[in-house]
């Protein structure tokens, strides 16, 4: 196929599932014989898929479109920030030549053509988002390492206060086992040892499709590939990690023991004002030690929620000081307009948000150190994920998820190929990373 004369770049803000959406687009493109860039001075027109899920978020895709209109870009603005502001984005950037919302991704290939064609101002964003994954398309990747992120469904069901994620990307959507399955293995084919099933919450998987959770059966059939290493599961939800899914992580052998699953507070009042499931976490907790061997459990917590008093605060930081969590994040509240908390009364100051914040990590990188001490002198697996000129080596282990967690260093005479799953033995650390000799 004839390369099309205009070169395309992407710029992707946000998170996992936003940058499956960038690579989905740019394999479209690719498919339509768009001549693709990584570097956007060489191009024509950057597209800017955008983030909304916080205020700090926003600034990040805002400073990108500025960049771009500055350099004399054509750009074409995707994703959250259109499907939050839609007219009102149009007016604060009139130089955009097109907007798609989150659930439009597959008009991109018309969006390119009407900028390329310098046709009148381009447009589709659905009032109310409802995702169909495009199955017929390759990905461009973007990132093409030892890891992938697999997206098995989007958009959510869930009302938590704090969240406009299910206002932005519709009700949940699953992908079928059979597609997913089939994506991995192409994965697989193309060198990825691990892949990382995103969603908004992993644990709602199937609902809709099958009427029932269904992680479990899907983790117990990508096990079966052959090409593929690890799976590795993030975005769980509480009140869904039963026990059938307990059973598929300890069981399946490809399914790495590490548990991500943002808790958000551990006060049942505080949950109950999140709109989040109340329940026992502690009982929890124990539980998944109990079942899943050698687990790695990673939590984030929200702190300075509307009506946090320093009661509720104390009752969080005692919580994390007993779970004594293997990788836990803090952020403070961002009070964001669409969300049930936006209007909440009893609003927490900023400096008090950021006290209990930095109060909290401080715990957390005491909690870290210990964790990783206890794993001095022995050997776990790691995934090699690159092998410098100079024959630096580092990998993440199993405990460690990609871009979000820690890294191992190793110091080795043999040049490990990356990708491959190599025995570790851990020599040293620090409050994040190990330290190892292959």
Not at 56 to 66: G, K, L, N, R, Y
Request: aromatic share 8%; charged share 30%; net charge negative.
């Amino acid at each position: 196929m004839a390369k099309l004369k205009n070169k395309i770049a992407l710029i992707n803000h946000g998170c996992a599932k936003n940058l499956v959406d960038s690579e989905l687009m740019l394999g479209m493109l690719s498919q339509e014989g768009f001549s693709i860039t990584l570097n956007d001075d060489e191009a024509d027109i950057v597209i800017i898929n955008t983030c909304s899920f916080i205020h700090d978020a926003e600034q990040e895709s805002v400073q990108s479109i500025i960049e771009m209109v500055n350099k004399g870009k054509k750009i074409i603005i995707t994703g959250c920030l259109p499907q939050k502001h839609k007219k009102e984005l149009k007016k604060a950037v009139p130089e955009a030549l097109a907007m798609l919302g989150t659930s439009d991704i597959s008009a991109i290939v018309d969006a390119v053509k009407s900028v390329a064609q310098q046709d009148d101002y381009f447009c589709k964003i659905s009032e109310k988002p409802i995702y169909e994954y495009p199955e017929n398309v390759q990905r461009q990747q973007i990132t093409v390492g030892s890891s992938s992120y697999l997206k098995i469904a989007e958009g959510c069901n869930y009302q938590c206060g704090y969240c406009i994620i299910p206002k932005l990307r519709g009700p949940y959507r699953s992908r079928t086992i059979e597609n997913i399955v089939e994506e991995a293995k192409e994965l697989g084919k193309k060198g990825v040892s691990e892949i990382v099933l995103i969603a908004q919450d992993t644990t709602a998987y199937g609902v809709d499709l099958y009427k029932k959770p269904s992680l479990a059966k899907l983790l117990k059939e990508l096990n079966k590939v052959e090409e593929i290493n690890w799976i590795r599961v993030m975005y769980t939800y509480p009140s869904m990690f039963d026990d059938e899914l307990i059973e598929a992580y300890a069981n399946c052998d490809k399914v790495v023991k590490y548990v991500d699953i943002p808790l958000q507070h551990s006060h049942p009042e505080m949950l109950k004002a999140m709109r989040r499931p109340v329940m026992d976490y502690k009982d929890f907790i124990s539980k998944l030690r109990d079942k899943i061997k050698g687990v790695a459990i990673r939590t984030t917590f929200i702190v300075g929620y509307p009506g946090e008093t320093q009661e509720m605060f104390e009752h969080l930081y005692e919580f994390t000081k007993w779970a004594k969590f293997d990788k836990m994040g803090a952020f403070e509240f961002s009070k964001e307009k669409g969300t049930y908390a936006y209007s909440l009364p009893e609003q927490v100051p900023a400096r008090i948000k950021k006290q209990r914040k930095n109060k909290l990590m401080k715990l957390q990188q005491k909690i870290s150190l210990e964790v990783n001490k206890s794993f001095l002198g022995r050997e776990i697996p790691c995934i090699i994920e690159s092998v410098g000129s100079d024959g630096a080596v580092i990998a993440r282990s199993y405990r460690d998820a990609p871009e979000v967690d820690g890294l191992v260093y190793i110091e080795t005479d043999d040049i490990p190929v990356p990708g491959d799953i190599e025995s570790v033995k851990i020599t040293g650390c620090d409050e994040y990373d190990l330290y190892g000799n292959l």
